[in-house]
């Protein structure tokens, strides 16, 4: 089994004040995709910066995620913004899901995909959601094609937290040209006052697919229509793509 990548309380902190919202063209890609397909399931939800905005629009939508400090940052948020999340999170990896609702539609955006890094996890996981599906029940979601903005920081990055406190980021990572994989750790620390008052170390992993390996694996999944298309778009894929989008029906 590959190690997951890990987004711990540190990393979590970071991940909101560097991407606050959902980019809206995103955003709208993914609404329009779901459509009026409803309930619907978000994979790896996060901080809630997808499933918090089409609550909002009064979508029936629940999220998963394996990070407990993702699940509580996205709870807050919730709070702040006014929204009923209750019974719609849960703690749980993909390949592990055990819902008791069914859905209509399913998704998972901004390339978390990847982050199911192994073959049998893989595989495990794509038919897990696809038992959450309704029969034509719909799963779409975004992998990338090779390195793009790194996970895993590479060098030092930093963000101020509302109360001033720093927050900085250092690691690196390696890519395998022949298992697609890339693996890396990040250190993550919290300064108040200028003193070091928290040191996090996160592990990292991303698995990068060509157009053909995923929807290969997708149909080896079961599912009965397997489309991939270029980035957000409803273009077929491009040999120079670094986001792919898959669209299958169960």
């Not at 979590?12 to 004040?17: I, M, N």
Request: glycine share 10%; with cysteine; proline share 6%.
């Amino acid at each position: 089994m590959e190690p997951r990548a890990e987004y711990r309380d540190l990393l979590t902190q970071a991940y909101d004040l560097d991407k606050p919202t959902a980019p809206p063209d995103e955003l709208a890609f993914h609404r329009g995709v779901i459509g009026a397909a409803e309930p619907v399931l978000e994979l790896m939800c996060g901080s809630g910066r997808f499933l918090l905005p089409l609550l909002a629009a009064g979508v029936d939508v629940d999220g998963v995620d394996a990070s407990p400090s993702m699940l509580d940052a996205c709870l807050d948020h919730a709070r702040e913004q006014g929204l009923d999340v209750s019974g719609r999170l849960h703690e749980q990896r993909a390949e592990d899901l055990s819902l008791r609702r069914r859905y209509r539609a399913a998704f998972c955006a901004a390339g978390a995909w990847g982050l199911i890094a192994g073959d049998d996890e893989v595989a495990r996981a794509l038919a897990a959601v696809r038992a959450h599906l309704l029969h034509g029940g719909t799963f779409h979601f975004e992998v990338e094609t090779g390195p793009g903005p790194p996970g895993a920081p590479n060098g030092t990055d930093w963000w101020v937290r509302p109360d001033g406190a720093v927050i900085t980021a250092r690691g690196g990572h390696r890519t395998d040209p022949a298992t697609g994989l890339e693996r890396g750790v990040g250190i993550y620390e919290l300064f108040v006052d200028g003193v070091l008052v928290h040191t996090e170390l996160n592990q990292w992993v991303r698995r990068f697919w060509s157009a053909d390996a995923i929807a290969g694996a997708v149909r080896d999944a079961g599912f009965a229509e397997v489309v991939v298309r270029s980035g957000h778009s409803d273009a077929p894929p491009a040999p120079d793509d670094l986001l792919l989008t898959v669209h299958a029906t169960r």
